[in-house]
């Protein structure tokens, strides 16, 4: 069985420029969440969605926006980058919004230059 | 803020001996408990989870989860080079839409 896939695996961006990462979630799963890690930290949590809806949201500013559709793959946009915002942005698949399992894709890693 | 706290290491041990990697969290409402592998330079990787109090053994790691002190714990017997990671704690908030995240302990294990 595929696990969660995400895309593209590596991205470089200027600042200022726009940027959208993709992720689909192992089959049968429905909720997909978006986690931000910076070098010698935990993942910090964005965003989760079940069902297509936002169930949470992070400590993030407004230029961070996702979506989810469907067939359960989602997309997390993010606008006028930062040079912060360079990190490795991880997509995390599971079965239901609850207290569940959750398994991480291979992420994305971001350089805003 | 909740927060979860993990000592940062590095937390060296030689081959054949226990690792016990530790955790303290805050928000007592978190009602499941996990431990994430990650290689340098890959994702975080699920190997261990509890929900409920007491020992959890799988394979060669046991979690131990105690509510009532706020603390988990990864124990990794038999410890293998391959088992030199970085080890994250995380535990879902009161709503369990997300999880936090400690900052991981990096473990080094010697042959």
């Known amino acids: 069985d595929a696990g969660v896939t995400q895309s593209p695996t590596h991205l470089i961006k200027t600042r200022g420029q726009h940027v959208t990462l993709r992720c689909s979630p192992i089959?049968?799963?429905?909720?997909v969440s978006w986690y931000q890690q910076v070098l010698g930290q935990g993942p910090q949590f964005i965003f989760q969605?079940?069902?297509?809806?936002?169930?949470g949201r992070g400590n993030f500013p407004d230029r961070f926006s996702a979506r989810q559709f469907p067939n359960y793959s989602s997309e997390l946009n993010v606008n006028a980058l930062l040079l912060g915002d360079s990190a490795l942005y991880l997509c995390?698949?599971?079965?239901?919004?609850?207290?569940?399992?959750?398994?991480f894709g291979q992420g994305t890693r971001l350089t805003v230059v | 803020q909740k927060e979860v706290e993990q000592n940062s290491g590095p937390l060296s041990v030689p081959e054949g001996a226990i690792a016990s990697l530790n955790c303290t969290y805050s928000?007592?409402?978190?009602?499941?408990f996990f431990w994430y592998r990650q290689y340098s330079g890959k994702s975080p990787e699920l190997i261990m989870f509890?929900?409920?109090?007491g020992d959890k053994e799988d394979g060669r790691f046991t979690a131990q989860l105690n509510k009532a002190s706020q603390y988990v714990s990864l124990l990794i017997r038999d410890s293998q080079p391959s088992d030199s990671a970085t080890y994250l704690c995380?535990?879902?908030?009161?709503?369990?839409?997300?999880?936090?995240f400690g900052k991981g302990t990096t473990l080094s294990v010697s042959s």
């Open positions: 969605y079940y069902e297509k809806e936002e169930r």
């Open positions: 509890i929900y409920s109090n």
């Open positions: 928000d007592r409402g978190s009602q499941s």
């Open positions: 995380a535990v879902t908030n009161q709503a369990g839409t997300a999880l936090i």
């Open positions: 089959s049968g799963h429905k909720s």
């Open positions: 995390a698949s599971s079965g239901g919004t609850g207290d569940t399992e959750a398994f």
